[in-house]
């Protein structure tokens, strides 16, 4: 059957996150390779251009100057959920970095994840919102430059979520972690 991952159908040999860890331990993957883990499938990650960049960065410190103590934003960096380990443009994490120093975060770990979308809408809107959907990661968040629309998906259930609200660049959106507000960002300070 045809996936999101895999449209061609093409037979693939899924992975665990420990023999997608295994092979980074044993050199098969550095860190430099443009990859990451999603439902089990060593997938490439797109290049960035600036205008992802650049929000990115704007969606970081705009998010850094609200979130409370007892958690920090990540920037693409790993979290571990079931099968995948996505590795988000950005993410709010429950307690400090250092508290993940055998361990990457995972589910329940992650308060808000969030993808800055070009070239990989598609991939973005369907396969890693499902990844954080089945996690029960409270909030989820696209970005979609192509619209200029900030999307944000709550009340995770099963494989995705009952809710969607659309921001457009004159809005502003409620930040919310563990079902409670913690501040107000202006969706264009998220925006190139």
């Known amino acids: 059957m045809p ?3 895999n449209p061609e159908f093409t037979p693939i040999w899924p992975l665990t996150v420990g023999q997608y860890h295994a092979m980074i331990d044993m050199g098969i ?3 430099d ?3 990451e883990l999603l439902e089990g499938v060593i997938v490439q990650k797109m290049s960035k251009n600036p205008p992802h960049r650049i929000a990115t960065r704007a ?3 705009a998010l850094e100057r609200v979130i409370p103590q007892g ?3 990540d920037e693409q960096e790993p979290i571990t959920l079931g099968s995948s380990e996505p590795e988000p443009d950005v993410a709010v994490i429950r307690g400090d970095t250092r508290d993940y120093v055998k361990r990457h975060p995972g589910t329940g770990d992650a308060g ?3 993808e800055i979308s070009d070239a990989t809408a598609d991939r973005d809107r369907l396969v890693k919102k499902r990844i954080c959907a089945v996690a029960g990661i409270g909030c989820y968040w696209l970005i979609d430059l192509n619209r ?3 999307e944000v998906y709550t009340n995770p ?3 995705d979520y009952l809710s969607c609200m659309i921001y457009r660049a004159g809005d502003l959106v409620e930040v919310t972690l563990n079902g409670m507000i913690v501040g107000p960002v202006p969706v264009r300070d998220l925006l190139p």
Do not use: F, M, N, S
């Open 157 to 159: 259930v099963e494989t």
């Open 59 to 61: 969606t970081r410190q």
């Open 29 to 31: 993957l550095g860190p």
């Open 71 to 73: 958690w920090y934003v």
């Open 33 to 35: 390779d443009p990859v």
């Open 148 to 150: 200029r629309q900030l």
């Open 112 to 114: 808000l994840v969030v």
């Open 3 to 5: 996936t999101a991952l």
